[in-house]
């Protein structure tokens, strides 16, 4: 029987078309551990899988390589899935791979400290670039889901610390596909409009999954570009998103943000009082000092030094009543300051430019179109009187 005679071509095309049928070869998953990595400028990847005693070469095409979340690396160990081919030019075969994820490690966790060490080197983390935060805001933004603990805990806390701020809402989706392009739309419409002082950019807690849009470099670059102050409220205390670290200022929760975000008119009222007893103590200490001063004067008896000590008594007595009085004129210049900036946040103030406050029968504010229905009673509040109100629709 005569011996059949085949090309290497022939061999190596046989053998691949033997392996392109393999029901199990041709989706497989692959544990092991990247060496010999390259990039081609084409955007492919080369790689060698090794484990404790073999190797398999494998190759990553370009369109596979781009939905990839980490960047593969010599020594990292991942799981790779893909069909195992032939290279019939080199007679050799590889695993050609179409799914690949860090072993061991969460793939979002990877790219999550990917992203964080990439944005901390171009220094978007430093403190040479934070804002601070207005002390007395007259309007507050806020940026997060329109229903949830959060949007309720912000609103309790300012409208109870400080209600004389206006609160803005843009609700934006916090979670799942598309949430970071709606954070960055409300950063970026706040900006445009400029109408509020200050931005809390946050939601309630979650899973790492839950949170990723907070982790999202595009959500990272428009809150350190925003040129208004951004308090990020994102999760619980132990949460820490790549939001936290570029915005200007962190809070463990959004009730935390609030709180930074707005003073209190409590803590304000009761600064005031101490500023003015300081006041009035620093004065009649010196007033006390100064009648000490006058009787130790008196006790000098010598007749030839009386006259001088008159001279001198005069001119102390002068000096104190020009410091006193100076020093109650700068007083009373900052009592105002602190009254005119109460005075320009009063409620009054608004209504004075033209706004209007529509109230119930009990006197509580109406701040919603949801709080109202057909039929019902309100009163609208001016700056030069109010109106009895009806629903008509």
Known sequence: MEAKIATVSQINGYVKKILDHNIILNNVWVKGEISNFKRHYSGHLYITLKDESSVLKAVMFRASAQSLNFDPSDGMKVLARG???????GGSYQLHIEEMIPDGVGELYIAYEQLKKKL???GLFSPDHKKPIPAFP??????TASTGAAIRDIINVITRRYPMAEIVIYPAQVQGAGAAESIVRAIE????????DTLIVGRGGGSIEDLWAFNEEITARAIFASEIPVISAVGHETDFTIADFVSDMRAPTPSAAAEIAV???????????????????????????SRLLLRRFKMRTPRDRIDEYNLRMDSLVKRMAGSVKMRAMSLRRSLAEQAAKLDALSPLQTLSRGYSIPTKEDGTVIRSAKDMEKGIEFTLRMKDGSAECVVKE
């Open 138 to 143: 007259k309007s507050v933004g806020v940026v």
């Open 83 to 89: 069909r195992i081919s032939v290279y019939e030019a």
């Open 263 to 289: 003073p209190s008119m409590l803590e304000l009222y009761n600064r005031i009082i101490t500023d003015k007893n300081r006041i009035v103590r620093n004065m009649t200490g010196r007033i006390e000092n």
């Open 120 to 122: 901390e080197d171009e």
């Open 189 to 196: 419409y706040f900006n445009a409009v400029k109408e509020v």
